[in-house]
């Protein structure tokens, strides 16, 4: 199964397990198969450029969302190594990945949940610093400082990490009996611990990535709606128009505009997997419900709600391509080489004003002969 997604284990043509075949749509197996990859390939390079584009380029963003967007960027992409390529690929593609031995089976689980807690607690408090930074004057002067943000996204990550040590105990490795072209085989098989211990965890778990997080995510996204709707009727449209082309105030606008985004796309893909989950861990949590069969609507609902979770991951890239024209202008002079290409002929520009500025600076100014000629006649006479 996959470990982060609860999904079912799914064998490869020509292997059977011995208590019995895998029922369901065999098609909506396939699109699996070919998503996963796909979001790896599409995902992975799209999160590392536009950790280039943010950092490197001039994208008109604060430095405090800078740093948040460019780690959230960085934790998106080891979601998806450790869940996306490493366990949902590899589980569709191989019979027995490398992840099904010990202590792999454990080191994954706190790798992929550490991720997941990054990036969903990453989003949370940049929501929360910018409410901040838009009602108090003091908050904006210390959340302002890049020092400050550059702590606070570190110890989100740490935080995360330390928070999903326990999860490397969710799963234990058992032998387990497979018919392989007519031959049966013993392989180590990393499953779910079936103990109270391991669904505490999980519900923990499922509200500390989920649950939490979309809460505050809402309610922080509506105080900053209420507080820019408030503050936008204290001015007349004059007054608005001047304060709209001020450049620190364009830029603040543009970040929320962004975070809105960001985090409205981080409800709607993480919500359907919230509520799917819930429901199966309290309507369907038996031990006689099959949770490979895809004829039964709940569990071709869950899979669907879990693409759209990881979707999540490999979205920021687009998101910022379509609310941001700086962002795009960048990511065009860069893919065209246009910004190299200017910034070396303003170099050669300035290089040849100094060495010309330099030349007249160390000419000795030339005294008018006639000038000359006239002080030498005075005085002879």
């Known amino acids: 199964m996959g470990l982060l997604q609860a999904l079912p284990y799914l064998l490869l043509p020509g292997a059977e397990e011995e208590d019995g075949n895998m029922e369901g749509d065999s098609g909506f197996i396939t699109v699996q198969k070919v998503y996963y990859p796909l979001l790896?390939?599409?995902?992975?390079?799209?999160?590392?450029?536009?950790?280039?584009?943010?950092?490197?380029?001039?994208?008109?963003?604060?430095?405090?969302?800078?740093?948040?967007?460019?780690?959230?960027?960085?934790?998106?992409?080891?979601?998806?190594?450790?869940v996306i390529l490493l366990d949902l690929t590899l589980t569709f593609w191989?019979?027995?990945?490398?992840?099904?031995?010990?202590?792999?089976?454990?080191?994954?689980?706190?790798?992929?949940?550490?991720?997941?807690?990054?990036?969903?607690?990453?989003?949370?408090?940049?929501?929360?610093?910018?409410y901040l930074v838009l009602s108090s004057t003091s908050a904006k002067q210390h959340f302002s400082q890049a020092k400050v943000t550059r702590l606070t996204c570190v110890s989100?990550?740490?935080?995360?990490?330390?928070?999903?040590?326990?999860?490397?105990?969710?799963?234990?490795?058992?032998?387990?009996?497979?018919?392989?072209?007519?031959?049966?085989?013993t392989l180590p098989w990393c499953h779910y611990r079936g103990h109270i211990y391991s669904t505490v965890l999980v519900w923990v778990t499922t509200f500390l990535s989920g649950g939490i997080p979309i809460i505050l995510v809402i309610i922080f996204?509506?105080?900053?709606?209420?507080?820019?709707?408030?503050?936008?009727?204290?001015?007349?449209?004059?007054?608005?128009r001047v304060m709209r082309g001020g450049s620190t105030k364009?830029?603040?606008?543009?970040?929320?505009?962004?975070?809105?985004?960001?985090?409205?796309?981080?409800?709607?893909?993480?919500?359907?997997?919230?509520?799917?989950?819930?429901?199966?861990?309290?309507?369907?949590?038996?031990?006689?419900?099959?949770?490979?069969?895809?004829?039964?609507?709940?569990?071709?609902?869950?899979?669907?709600?879990?693409?759209?979770?990881n979707l999540n991951s490999t979205t920021n890239f687009l998101l910022y391509c379509m609310v941001s024209r700086r962002f795009r202008q960048e990511l065009l002079h860069t893919l065209t080489c246009k910004s190299k290409a200017r910034e070396l002929g303003s170099f050669l520009t300035q290089t040849t004003m100094k060495v010309f500025s330099l030349v007249d600076h160390k000419t000795p100014p030339t005294r008018d002969p006639i000038t000359v000629v006239l002080t030498n006649l005075k005085q002879t006479q």
């Open 94 to 130: 191989q019979l027995q990945p490398f992840w099904h031995s010990h202590p792999a089976c454990g080191i994954m689980g706190f790798l992929q949940y550490g991720s997941l807690y990054s990036s969903s607690w990453i989003v949370v408090v940049f929501t929360i610093e910018r």
């Open 250 to 309: 364009g830029m603040v606008r543009r970040t929320i505009f962004l975070l809105g985004t960001v985090s409205v796309t981080f409800v709607v893909l993480s919500l359907p997997r919230f509520v799917t989950y819930c429901i199966l861990r309290t309507k369907y949590n038996h031990d006689w419900f099959d949770r490979n069969d895809y004829r039964i609507p709940i569990n071709l609902i869950s899979d669907l709600a879990n693409m759209l979770q």
């Open 156 to 185: 989100i990550i740490l935080v995360s990490h330390l928070a999903s040590v326990p999860m490397g105990w969710i799963n234990v490795v058992t032998p387990k009996n497979f018919t392989i072209e007519g031959k049966n085989v």
């Open 40 to 82: 790896c390939i599409l995902g992975i390079p799209a999160n590392l450029f536009t950790f280039y584009v943010i950092c490197f380029r001039k994208c008109g963003m604060s430095d405090t969302a800078i740093i948040y967007l460019s780690c959230l960027a960085i934790v998106d992409t080891f979601y998806l190594v450790w």
């Open 221 to 240: 996204n509506s105080l900053i709606g209420h507080h820019l709707t408030r503050v936008r009727k204290m001015f007349t449209k004059e007054e608005r």
